[in-house]
Every structure is written in structure tokens, then in C-alpha cells.
């Protein structure tokens, strides 16, 4: 069976594909509340939809926003099941890049690597090749990072070639405590 072609100027995708995408990058996790509520922005140079296997690809040039969400990378594939639930979205890249504000009191995570995999069955995104994941000063490297959604918890593993590093920055000074004085008071 031959898949359908939409060109990115002559037609559009289906609604149902673009809340699968929806689906597939929002997590409550990583997003702020606001971003659901904004449009979703596809582009990329083709774009391919089979229904029947329930899978979606972009290749070339590949960018997704919605709010403060930007993922992109040189080709994403969707997965979805019977009922058209997502099942996951993988971004390939040199880098894959994925950026997100989750905390309004926080700059932005950003996360690069050469593979970016989000499993919406298990809730987690797995960053595979020269992974990075960051926000503010702390940094998380290595040649894979997993983030578990559900359980709000990170690992990072290394090979037998690269190993782990985890940057945590000093914890800033409360505003308003007052300074340590030096010398008696009378």
C-alpha cells in the first residue's frame, strides 16, 4: 500500500493527527498549563500518514511548537493504536532538540540528543546519543538520560566509553537573610 502524501503546502493534516501530536508532546510533567491551550505548528520539508499502520512521519527540517513547547529535529514518527491513542513520537537528530518552560519560576528544560523517544505507555522520554538535559545551571549528560514522567525521576547511564555527569549549581542566597556579622556588638 502506497502512503498518502501531503505536501506541505498543498493540503493539510487531519485534525485527529494533530491532537495525536498534542497527545504525544504535552505531558503535565513538562508543560506548562497554558501551552494545551495554544495552537500546535507543524513544518517540515514532506510529510507522510498511513492510517492503517497508525503512523505518521515528517522528514526534513522538522519543527513543532505549541506554546512554549519546540521540539525539532531532522524526522519525527508517531505511533498510535486501534482506538488512536499514541503510543510514541520519536525525533531523530544531530541534534534532536526539545525545549519546554514547565516552571514559570524557572527557565526553560532543554534537551538535545541524537534520538529524543517519547513511550506514552510507560510515561517516559528517553534521550539516546550524547544526551543533555538542562535547566537554569543544573545539567544532566551522558549517552542516554530517562525520564520517568509518573514517578518524576531521572536516570542517566553511561558505556564503556562516556560516562554520567551531573552539574547540581550552589543553591542561591534566600533575599532578605541577613549577613553573617563579624566582630562584638555593645
Known amino acids: 500500500m502506497r502512503l498518502p502524501v501531503v505536501e506541505p503546502r498543498r493540503g493539510r493534516i487531519r485534525a485527529g493527527l494533530a491532537a495525536v501530536l498534542a497527545l504525544s508532546l504535552q505531558t503535565t510533567a513538562w508543560a506548562l498549563p497554558e501551552d494545551s491551550r495554544q495552537p500546535i505548528r507543524i513544518t517540515a520539508d514532506h510529510a507522510t500518514m498511513d492510517e492503517g499502520r497508525g503512523e505518521a512521519a ?99 547511564s553511561g558505556n564503556g566509553s562516556q560516562r554520567v555527569e551531573l552539574v547540581f549549581p550552589p543553591q542561591q542566597r534566600e533575599a532578605g537573610k541577613p549577613k553573617a556579622t563579624t566582630g562584638s556588638s555593645k
Open 58 to 156: 515528517y522528514r526534513g527540517s522538522v519543527r513543532i511548537t505549541q506554546g512554549t513547547l519546540d521540539v525539532q529535529g531532522d524526522t519525527l514518527t508517531l505511533k498510535v493504536d486501534k482506538e488512536g491513542a499514541l503510543t510514541t513520537a520519536r525525533t531523530l537528530g544531530k541534534p534532536a532538540r526539545y525545549q519546554q518552560k514547565t516552571d514559570p519560576a524557572k527557565g526553560p528544560v532543554v534537551a538535545t540528543a541524537d534520538e529524543i523517544l517519547f513511550d506514552n505507555v510507560n510515561s517516559t522520554v528517553t534521550l539516546i546519543g550524547n544526551a543533555v538535559l538542562r535547566q537554569d545551571a543544573a545539567s544532566f549528560t551522558g549517552p542516554r538520560i530517562v525520564y520517568s514522567i509518573a514517578r518524576k525521576q531521572i536516570e542517566a
